[in-house]
């Protein structure tokens, strides 16, 4: 009762809102833990690639498998244990519906911590790439669905103390975005090889891991909820705004779904020999055409073994294309639920949609599903 009551203080204090009153939430066991990582020869940081890990077991757990959620690009995992104006996130959301959840912080990010000597230089977002993607995509105008955005809390201009939470929380991340595959991968699949099977959450770029780690561990991975999850495959989309609204990143990522190896069958020895064509027509107004094998297409078996959401919200900048990573599956032979929240009656939101007004409404979705997935 007293750590809820401060923590309600606090949220005042920072942002003049006062979140909605409930009842405490109890928790019967709570800590971190540290997976991953490689002793260095340097002597300058005796680890380097751990990953930090954070979890919360719930007084009354009703379900069997425990939430891991991991952050997207430019973050940490405060995305999922609060929200700039003060409400409870993601993480809390699942734990009084007595799921136990595991929030991490990214390889070379937050409490993982940050080695320039070996993962090289740093990438950082500024503030106008954090109004026109995330907090205020509606002013910029640079997707068709962007003008739809209403979701975010506070006003979203500098000054704004919700805002300045908001960007509080933005982090350099290891600007190699195919090394950051590769460290979080390793680092994920280290952490279900410790702590047993659960449900895996990514949003964003975090998406990208998703893949691989299901990949690896079928038996353990039992779900992957994929919050608009990197993409679209083959070629990431730039947003031009009207009236060319896309164009593809001329680089091709290597296996079709991101950049890292995974299981293909027949079996792929080499990136080359996957092949890959553009559709002629986008899949309806405003949507980006995609790409997807040439046919006969490949499997993948061991992603086929896993049940998958995919969740896309009506005004992010993942609106016009995260049905192709549901065709892309789909076409490989693995089955999966796309859901559009505005499909739902859940509108307004933006790509950020856990920390926005109606965060509860979206993680609500997905809770139907993995009850209905017997999760």
């Given at each position: 009762?007293?750590?809820?009551?401060?923590?309600?203080?606090?949220?005042?204090?920072?942002?003049?809102?006062?979140?909605?009153?409930?009842?405490?939430l109890v928790i019967a066991s709570e800590g971190y833990l540290f997976v991953g990582g490689a002793l260095t020869t340097t002597g300058k940081q005796p680890l380097t690639d751990q990953m930090y890990v954070e979890y919360q077991i719930?007084?009354?757990?009703?379900?069997?498998?425990?939430?891991?959620?991991?952050?997207?690009?430019?973050?940490t995992g405060a995305n999922f244990t609060g929200t700039p104006d003060g409400r409870e996130g993601w993480a809390q959301y699942f734990l009084r519906r007595g799921y136990a959840v595991y929030v991490a912080d990214q390889v070379g990010r937050g409490r993982s911590g940050y080695n320039a000597e070996t993962y090289g230089p740093a990438a950082f977002q500024d503030m106008p790439f954090m109004l026109n993607r995330f907090a205020a995509p509606e002013r910029a105008n640079l997707w068709p669905q962007a003008h739809l955005?209403?979701?975010?809390?506070?006003?979203?201009?500098?000054?704004?103390?919700?805002?300045?939470?908001?960007?509080?929380?933005?982090?350099?991340?290891?600007?190699?975005?195919?090394?950051?595959?590769?460290?979080?991968?390793?680092?994920?699949?280290?952490?279900?090889?410790?702590i047993g099977p659960g449900i895996l959450l990514t949003h964003s770029q975090s998406g990208a891991f998703s893949w691989p780690v299901a990949d690896a561990?079928?038996?353990?991975?039992?779900?992957?909820?994929?919050?608009?999850?990197?993409?679209?495959?083959?070629?990431?989309?730039?947003?031009n705004g009207a009236p060319n609204w896309f164009s593809d990143v001329p680089q091709v990522k290597l296996y079709g779904l991101e950049m890292v190896p995974l299981t293909y069958d027949p079996?792929?020895?080499?990136?080359?020999?996957?092949?890959?064509?553009?559709?002629?027509?986008?899949?309806?107004?405003?949507?980006?055409?995609?790409?997807?094998?040439?046919?006969?297409?490949?499997?993948?078996?061991?992603?086929?073994?896993?049940?998958?959401?995919?969740?896309?919200?009506?005004?992010?900048?993942?609106?016009?294309?995260?049905?192709?990573?549901?065709?892309?599956?789909?076409?490989?032979?693995?089955?999966?639920?796309?859901?559009r929240l505005a499909d739902r009656g859940i509108h307004g939101n933006g790509h950020m949609m856990m920390l926005e007004r109606n965060n509860a409404a979206i993680a609500g979705v997905m809770l139907a599903w993995l009850v209905a997935e017997h999760l």
């Open positions: 009762m007293i750590r809820a009551l401060a923590a309600a203080v606090l949220a005042v204090a920072l942002t003049g809102i006062a979140p909605a009153a409930r009842p405490p719930p007084q009354t757990r009703t379900h069997r498998y425990p939430i891991v959620m991991i952050e997207g690009g430019g973050q955005h209403t979701q975010f809390p506070g006003s979203a201009t500098p000054g704004d103390p919700v805002f300045t939470q908001f960007l509080s929380q933005e982090t350099p991340s290891i600007a190699d975005f195919t090394e950051q595959q590769k460290l979080n991968v390793a680092a994920l699949v280290a952490l279900f090889d410790k561990r079928p038996n353990l991975v039992r779900a992957l909820l994929d919050v608009e999850p990197s993409g679209p495959p083959v070629h990431d989309v730039l947003n079996p792929v020895t080499d990136p080359a020999q996957l092949s890959f064509e553009r559709a002629d027509q986008p899949g309806g107004p405003g949507l980006v055409n995609c790409w997807r094998q040439t046919a006969p297409a490949r499997t993948l078996p061991r992603l086929a073994r896993v049940p998958i959401l995919i969740v896309q919200s009506e005004a992010s900048y993942h609106a016009p294309y995260d049905y192709c990573t549901a065709a892309y599956l789909t076409q490989a032979g693995v089955k999966n639920t796309y859901i």
